[in-house]
């Protein structure tokens, strides 16, 4: 599919590690061929000749490879990222890019100056049912207002609060869509809550992006079920990504009414694929075109900026 094999490495086997592991072994002419964990029981997820070593340096430094997906929490990520681009590998990691804006400043530094690579997975912007919204919001005219909701109940994590968790699909959707930098008008918290040893949060913001469109986003770990809503209104209509639906992209005209007096809701036909499987066939073709591209690093530096003033509005 991509010519010669592309072999990749993995560091850190955990729940979403292990999507990665499942998903790379359904893709044609990818191999992982090199894994960082330290559970024992990562032997039995990858093929034999797998490498898999305690040490993620040995991962982030390989020569025999031609890429490095990095699935660790994010405090991790800023060394094994600066490590992966050093040794000259294409990486692909996860969010948020990391949990400062300090770090990720000095990773798109080092990523301009090695000429590299690097895919930051903000999930949604890879699922084809946002992608068909972002489509269809292009060719209209002017967003006039985003309305989110994504969240359910937990994780409650040590290492990174629920804001930088479960905001920072929000903001990148938002950000991707309108291509702009927001302002963060105000934020509140909805509800907290401490949950085992960990604090939760229900949090509320409104952005205004340099064009006039205005966001309205609810997210955090204390809802009731897992949700995500997504619903931009244009002049004329307004689309609503829902992921976890069947029919996950559909169109409410508002200028037309069924006979009962609702208005008209059509489905959009978006082609079924998993947005994981997106991103990783996407990674692997721009490892064999040797395409250097770091455009979504500097949409996580922008999301990254609107996390640390969403919290230093709450916390003030």
Same mark, same amino acid.
């Given at each position: 599919?991509?010519?010669?094999?592309?072999?990749?490495?993995?560091?850190?086997?955990?729940?979403?590690?292990?999507?990665?592991?499942?998903?790379?072994?359904?893709?044609?002419?990818?191999?992982?061929?090199?894994?960082?964990?330290?559970?024992?029981?990562?032997?039995?997820?990858?093929?034999?000749?797998?490498?898999?070593?305690?040490?993620?340096?040995?991962?982030?430094?390989?020569?025999?490879?031609?890429?490095?997906?990095?699935?660790?929490?994010?405090?991790?990520?800023?060394?094994?990222?600066?490590?992966?681009?050093?040794?000259?590998?294409?990486?692909?990691?996860?969010?948020?890019?990391?949990?400062?804006?300090?770090?990720?400043?000095?990773?798109?530094?080092?990523?301009?100056?090695?000429?590299?690579?690097?895919?930051?997975?903000?999930?949604?912007?890879?699922?084809?049912?946002?992608?068909?919204?972002?489509?269809?919001?292009?060719?209209?005219?002017?967003?006039?207002?985003?309305?989110?909701?994504?969240?359910?109940?937990?994780?409650?994590?040590?290492?990174?609060?629920?804001?930088?968790?479960?905001?920072?699909?929000?903001?990148?959707?938002?950000?991707?869509?309108?291509?702009?930098?927001?302002?963060?008008?105000?934020?509140?918290?909805?509800?907290?809550?401490?949950?085992?040893?960990?604090?939760?949060?229900?949090?509320?913001?409104?952005?205004?992006?340099?064009?006039?469109?205005?966001?309205?986003?609810?997210? +955090?770990? #204390?809802?009731? *079920?897992? $949700?995500? !809503?997504? &619903?931009?209104?244009?002049?004329? /209509?307004? %689309?609503?990504?829902?992921?976890?639906?069947?029919?996950?992209?559909?169109?409410?005209?508002?200028?037309?009414?069924?006979?009962? +007096?609702? #208005?008209?809701? *059509?489905? $959009?036909? !978006?082609? &079924?694929?998993?947005?994981?499987? /997106?991103? %990783?066939?996407?990674?692997?073709?721009?490892?064999?075109?040797?395409?250097?591209?770091?455009?979504?690093?500097?949409?996580?530096?922008?999301?990254?900026?609107?996390?640390?003033?969403?919290?230093?509005?709450?916390?003030?």
């Amino acid at each position: 599919m991509f010519g010669s094999e592309i072999k990749l490495g993995l560091i850190g086997a955990g729940p979403w590690g292990k999507n990665y592991i499942r998903t790379l072994s359904e893709i044609p002419g990818v191999k992982l061929t090199r894994v960082a964990s330290r559970n024992p029981s990562t032997a039995q997820l990858v093929d034999k000749d797998c490498i898999v070593e305690e040490d993620w340096h040995c991962v982030a430094k390989a020569t025999d490879i031609n890429g490095v997906i990095i699935a660790t929490p994010p405090h991790c990520h800023g060394a094994m990222v600066k490590c992966a681009l050093n040794t000259g590998l294409a990486t692909l990691v996860e969010k948020p890019i990391t949990s400062t804006q300090r770090e990720a400043e000095e990773l798109l530094l080092l990523a301009e100056k090695k000429r590299s690579l690097v895919m930051v997975d903000h999930i949604h912007l890879f699922h084809p049912g946002f992608r068909a919204l972002k489509k269809l919001a292009k060719e209209a005219r002017q967003i006039q207002t985003i309305n989110s909701t994504g969240g359910g109940y937990g994780p409650f994590r040590k290492d990174i609060r629920a804001l930088w968790d479960w905001g920072t699909h929000d903001i990148a959707m938002c950000t991707e869509l309108i291509g702009l930098s927001p302002k963060v008008v105000r934020a509140r918290y909805l509800k907290r809550a401490k949950e085992g040893y960990e604090m939760g949060e229900l949090i509320e913001t409104e952005l205004v992006f340099p064009n006039g469109t205005e966001a309205i986003l609810r997210f +955090g770990n #204390l809802m009731e *079920e897992k $949700i995500r !809503v997504f &619903k931009i209104k244009l002049e004329e /209509c307004s %689309l609503i990504y829902e992921p976890k639906k069947s029919n996950c992209l559909v169109k409410v005209n508002q200028s037309k009414e069924i006979d009962s +007096g609702a #208005l008209a809701i *059509e489905a $959009i036909a !978006v082609r &079924k694929e998993l947005p994981l499987n /997106c991103i %990783l066939k996407e990674f692997a073709a721009s490892i064999s075109s040797a395409k250097k591209d770091i455009s979504s690093l500097y949409l996580s530096l922008k999301v990254i900026n609107v996390l640390e003033d969403i919290s230093r509005i709450l916390d003030d």
